[in-house]
């Protein structure tokens, strides 16, 4: 976020109070999400970045859930209801009700429009007052107008009218300039005139557009400025709208990355939550999913084929083909290809979590090693630690979960299972295939052994007639022969 100075006059009133029945969601539109934010956040984000004087945010539909949402992004903003009355114009009365004897500059958007960025705003706001404009309303060409209010202009190129497309006649809903649905009013212009607005439209709603006629019909100045970036102005109303907007945002984000230093081999796979943070020199390969608080520091590789969600990882470390969760993974160290971090993983700087092996809830010292087919959960495990191939801390005894510590410089052998609890000591080994139910001392070698036993014609006794039964009656055949052959060669 922007540190900007205070301006004194200026207030941001946040429009989130409707449904969004188009979402066909049980969900608010606004708490829909994209870029690791809910919609309405990314708009919070931006008015905080203008650092006005006052935030409000107008709720009604799910009001709890919205405000609860709104208050744990933004715990600073005021927070307001709506009444009975439906429409934006009474969203914004109860707001301005809010504020006060405020008497600067109201700027109005919409909960569901997160791609206005505070330079754009910033700039509306300055035109409208060097306008000295009652009000000045952000508009947008359209390919497509549907759905939007249509900007109706005088001959001499003033706003006259904003028409929303239920009220439109056929020749107003060809017009191709529309209502950006962001505004900013004088405060007085808009104590004057909200009162004098009504409902007598085709849906009987408190249209805050319709202050535009109120205030020419008063000789009071309504000023229009084009969105020189259209994707700004794009509002939510459905899910087709919500991936593309999260598309528009998240190349943004990608691009604003690749600007300060980080390499992304391919922005169209590359998904950055705008919560996230990467440093210079950072290489980002296709497909890669880079979520919510995940920091990745300089000199990191991480993809392809890569999910992280609230992960920290350290310099120069290499993510391969790995989906992670709420992990740390140490400077240098390396993770995948397809390994499973689940939260509470902790690598130490040059470990290894490599191919196909799970961890969760366990520490990994440094420059220890989990290398392939392995199960590594509720453990501590120490400094410069190798475990063979088919490691699993068994940490559950259908009861309750138990810890296993295996302390440094521990070798384990192929195919272990540490039933825990249970410690392994400082410099101990374990054989192949050992089953560690006890403790294990410093420097002591644990083994596991029964003793093999060989049943000979097992197969061709229990499995007559299969394949198998066949290629051991050729063998056991072709041995006998031979022993026959070297009985006469020797007699």
Known sequence: MTENALDSRLAVVILAAGQGTRMKSSLPKVLHRIGGRPLVGHVLDTARDLAPAHVVVVVRHERDLVADAVLGVAPEVVVVDQDEVPGTGRAVEVALDALGDFDGDVLVLSGDCPLADAGTLGSFVAEHREARAGATLMTAVLDDPTGYGRIIRESDGSVARIVEQKDASPEEAAVAEVNAGMYVFAAAALRAHLPRVGTDNAQQEKYLTDIVALLRQSDGRVAASVAKDVTVTYGVNDRVQLSEVGRLLNARTVRRWQLEGVTVLDPATTWIDVTATLAPDVTVLPNTHILRSTSIAEGAT??????????????????????????????????????????????????????????????????????????????????????????????????????????????????????????????????????????????????????????????????????????????????????????????
């Open 302 to 491: 991480v993809g392809p084929d890569t999910s992280l969600v609230d992960c920290e990882v350290g310099a120069g470390a290499t993510i391969t083909r790995t989906d992670a969760t709420l992990a740390v993974i140490g400077a240098g160290a390396t993770v995948g290809p397809f390994a499973y971090v689940r939260p509470g993983t902790e690598l130490g700087e040059r470990g290894k979590i490599g191919t196909f092996v799970e961890t969760k809830n366990s520490t990994i010292g440094v420059g220890s090693k989990v290398p392939h087919l392995s199960y590594v959960g509720d453990a501590t495990i120490g400094r410069n630690v190798n475990l063979g191939a088919g490691a699993i801390t068994a940490n559950y005894d259908d009861i309750s979960k138990h810890r296993t510590e295996i302390a440094d410089e521990v070798h384990a052998g192929s195919h272990n299972v540490f039933v825990a609890p249970v410690r392994i000591g400082e410099g101990a080994k374990t054989g192949a295939g050992a089953v560690i139910r006890k403790d294990v001392p410093a420097g002591a070698l644990a083994l596991s052994i029964a003793p093999q036993r060989n049943t000979a014609g097992w197969v061709e006794n229990n499995r007559p007639g299969t394949g198998a039964a066949e290629a051991a009656a050729r063998a056991r055949s072709a041995q006998e022969a031979g022993d026959g052959s070297q009985e006469a060669a020797d007699g």
